[in-house]
């Protein structure tokens, strides 16, 4: 008996530093060891911190952002993004020449909190509500993938939304190749998620943001308009001609430009990757600010904060002169595939508004735009429709 005693201490003494060196390496060894991985590169930058990082600060300084509205302007990186600009104004401003990127100064100089993040948000103390709240979101999802699952194993259909002709069409690449080149459950989730925010809430709030800035831009409102109306009348807009609407895909492009719905993109490096003349090892997370990139002067140049669709009158590659500098819809291999389809919606929906009423701000609007997951105005969108 006390053998077996002193054999169950020993296995339970022995899982115990297990798991403690586990919990070491993930809160300080393996951050600490990026972080000098880093900086033997020339990168600058706030030092690692145990649990918290930078949490607290970057809590302060968006909080005090968002406290107040803003008069109407379209200069919203500072109460949208303030520790993203900041982290850009102090460290780094990467610019495309001869073929890499180059650095402020000519060196790498990127703060931890934004280049290799294992603090704050991802570590610090509001993971377990989040890890909740996406656990909870995942078994919602689960639960409708198995239903349909089932359904297809008893020989009916899949169904004909988006997520029926995912499964059915995931089904048939693992019967031709097998499972290895089908996709696994947890991405089914991930594509219904994505399915979600990118199909619903991306759609919506651009069409938020152009009524506002149509409501403040009533030239262009009136232009958008008389524009529906000589290719529709008061016809139910035909979707296949919604392409023809030219000064309505200009005023889009802008208020995505002013406004993207997603202002910053995320990647993680999965294994040792180079850029440039940088060596970034797997567990970095790269932050591109479209925002700061779609605000900037030195790229659409000193009317970069101002509302004029016409820079968009001959295509987004004209305006952009060919630079990687619009992206709203994310870009390279996982560039949204539903940019065609929403903006397809978004034309259709406002034409319809456009067909049948006018627009303006109320007079309590106040203009706050603000990141909830997708940049949405903070004290909502108070505008007065009246009936043409």
């Known amino acids: 008996m006390e053998t077996l005693l002193s054999s169950l201490a020993l296995i339970s003494c022995a899982v115990a530093l297990v798991y403690a060196w586990r919990i070491l390496n993930w809160v300080w060894l393996r951050p600490r060891k990026l972080e000098k991985i880093l900086r033997q590169q020339g990168f600058k930058g706030n030092s690692y911190k145990l649990f918290f990082g930078d949490f607290n600060e970057m809590k302060t300084m968006t909080k005090e952002a968002k406290s107040k509205p803003m008069t109407f302007s379209h200069e919203i990186v500072p109460r949208v993004s303030p520790s993203i600009l900041k982290t850009v104004e102090n460290y780094v401003v990467m610019r495309k020449e001869e073929g890499y990127l180059s650095f402020k100064k000519n060196r790498p100089s990127v703060s931890w909190k934004r280049f290799a993040r294992f603090t704050s948000r991802d570590r610090g103390f509001c993971r377990p509500r ?12 689960l639960g409708i993938v198995n239903k ?8 009916e259909t899949a169904g004909d939304d988006l997520l029926g002709l995912l499964l059915e069409s995931n089904l048939k690449e693992i019967e031709q190749h097998g499972n290895k080149f089908g996709m696994s459950l947890k991405e089914v989730i991930e594509e219904c998620k994505l399915f979600y925010f990118a199909g619903q809430e991306t759609t919506s709030t651009l069409l938020v943001w152009t009524m506002i800035l149509l409501s403040k831009h009533k030239d262009w409102q009136d232009r958008a308009r008389d524009e529906v109306l000589q290719l529709f009348g008061r016809d139910k807009p035909d979707y296949q001609e919604l392409n023809h609407l030219k000064i309505v895909s200009m005023i889009f492009h802008e208020v995505l430009r002013l406004y993207p719905p997603g202002v910053i993109l995320n990647r993680i490096t999965m294994k040792e990757s180079t850029l440039g003349k940088v060596t970034l090892p797997a567990g970095v997370q790269l932050l591109m600010p479209a925002v700061l990139l779609h605000h900037d002067r030195k790229i659409w140049g000193d009317d970069a904060e101002e509302f004029k669709p016409e820079r968009f009158s001959e295509g987004v590659s004209k305006a952009t002169q060919g630079q990687l500098v619009y992206f709203p819809f994310g870009w390279g ?8 389809f929403a903006m397809l919606e978004a034309k259709l929906a406002m034409a319809m508004i456009l067909q049948h009423y006018s627009f303006e701000l109320s007079p309590s609007y106040s203009h706050a735009p603000a990141t909830v997951i997708t940049l949405q105005p903070q004290h909502g969108a108070h505008l007065i429709l009246r009936k043409l």
């Open 130 to 141: 989040r890890d909740g709240i996406v656990r909870e979101v995942e078994l919602s999802v």
């Open 333 to 340: 291999p996982r560039i949204c595939l539903g940019q065609s």
């Open 148 to 155: 349909r699952m089932k359904a297809i194993k008893a020989g």
